[in-house]
């Protein structure tokens, strides 16, 4: 961004403190929020790994109708984002390099998590919003250390050191929530843990990290250790650490090669347990949410599953959407960090112009309370450089309006934060 630019933002986000404080707050739902001397002071954002337009609409049509919108599409603020690195061999980003720009607000390599262009490591807000005095956490679908998570909890050169990006966070960004699967990577070979290594749906899982026990050393450093949802139910405020799978909640797979997503704790429950420990923090939390599936399950062309993604995504929006009902001094944003898959909604026909796989169309699928049904075609099993939608309501929000680079995200959740 050059510096005219920048000096315009600065005066946009200025105009919009202003008002936010000053005036209430007339929200698209026709919900009016009195924000009178609100002060912002948390952030939950919402990302669905490789989605964009498509995967939304998509959703709209199969979860809510011709005539209906997601809970995600009624946040009354909506913009774009573009999503390109800073990498010297590629055009199209990986979740590693669009989540360092969101975390840090600088575009780097692909597979760098908290790093620049050029190894050095830069600032990350999940660490900085703790410096601050908030409490932070992620939860994720995912490893809780794959990529989304680690670049704003860890500096890494390889997104696949996720050993020690747990490592960093227990010694670097403590996030105080840390809910989600990748138990493999918290401890060493040969010692299985709570999810058994070489299980039958994928024999390949097995503990594997190579920086000693970091379950027993999130005990000692005061985290509650869970790994089934009876125990996350019961488990008391405070630092809360939940593995719930050997690796992601879920296994990606094509149609009908033993692709399941069927998490044993979903993302609504960890997201509504997050909430509750970190808003006993008067100061503010910055807590990530991700759903890992929309983007696992585009990468093989499986619209089933990622609708089914796709609707865990839409309840936990909607645990979200109450939780800032009544905590007016949260921004909410929800979007996808790159689009996967090359995915279109299309009407159903006798022949698939694209022709055979990778590129089949999945379908035809209903459209909710109606007669008329849908396709998904895919053009590619890889991410692509589309946009990406992205929905706000709360404090800021407005600044989300208009089209920028996905840097701005974290331009804006910083002023929101305080950092
Ligand atoms: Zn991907």
Redesign the pocket.
């Known amino acids: 961004m050059d510096f005219s630019h920048r000096r315009c933002l600065l005066a946009v986000a200025v105009t919009a403190v202003a008002a936010s404080v000053v005036t209430p707050v007339l929200l698209a739902d026709s919900t009016t929020v009195a924000s009178r001397g609100v002060r912002a002071t948390s952030v939950i954002l919402i990302n669905g ?2 989605m964009a337009a498509a995967h939304r609409e998509a959703a709209r049509l199969y979860l809510a109708g011709l005539d209906g919108q997601l809970a995600m599409d009624r946040l009354p603020v909506s913009g774009q984002l573009t999503t390109s690195p800073h990498d010297p061999s590629t055009a199209v980003t ?2 590693a390099a669009a989540a360092t720009a969101w975390a840090t607000g600088v575009r780097t390599y692909n597979g760098a998590t908290g790093v620049d262009v050029d190894g050095r490591p830069l600032a990350v807000l999940g660490q900085q919003a703790k410096a601050a005095g908030k409490s932070t956490g992620l939860v994720t679908t995912a490893q809780v250390t794959d990529a989304s998570p680690a670049a704003f909890f860890s500096r890494t050169a390889d997104r696949s050191a996720q050993d020690e990006i747990a490592r960093q966070y227990l010694t670097f960004s403590r996030p105080d929530v840390v809910l989600g699967g990748g138990e493999d990577w918290w401890l060493p070979r040969g010692t299985p843990g709570a999810w058994p290594d070489k299980p039958a749906e994928d024999p390949s899982e097995g503990s594997r990290g190579t920086r000693g026990d970091l379950v027993e050393q999130a005990r000692r450093d005061g985290y509650h250790y869970v790994s089934n949802a009876e125990q996350l139910a019961s488990a008391p405020r405070g630092r809360l650490l939940g593995l719930f799978a050997n690796e992601e909640m879920f296994q990606q797979r094509p149609e009908g090669e033993g692709d399941v997503y069927s998490p044993p704790v979903d993302l609504a429950t960890m997201t509504g347990k997050a909430l509750d420990v970190l808003g006993a923090n008067g100061k503010g939390f910055f807590l990530l949410v991700e759903e890992e599936g929309v ?1 696992e399950f585009s ?1 093989h062309n499986n619209a089933t599953r990622v609708l089914q993604s796709m609707r865990s995504l839409e309840r936990t929006v909607e645990v979200a959407r109450a939780y800032v009902a009544t905590h007016p001094d949260t921004l909410l944003v929800v979007t996808g960090d790159h689009e ?1 898959g090359g995915l279109t909604v299309e009407n159903t026909s006798d022949t698939d112009e694209s022709g055979s796989a990778p590129s089949a169309e999945d379908g035809p699928f209903p459209v909710h309370g109606s007669t008329l049904r849908f396709v998904m075609d895919w053009t590619t099993t890889g ?1 692509t450089g589309v946009d990406v939608p992205v929905t706000a309501e709360g404090p800021l929000a407005e600044l989300f309006t208009g089209k920028h680079p996905n840097t701005h995200l974290h331009d804006v959740l910083a002023r929101v934060l305080g950092i």
């Open positions: 790994d490789g990986d979740s983007d990468h996967c991410h």
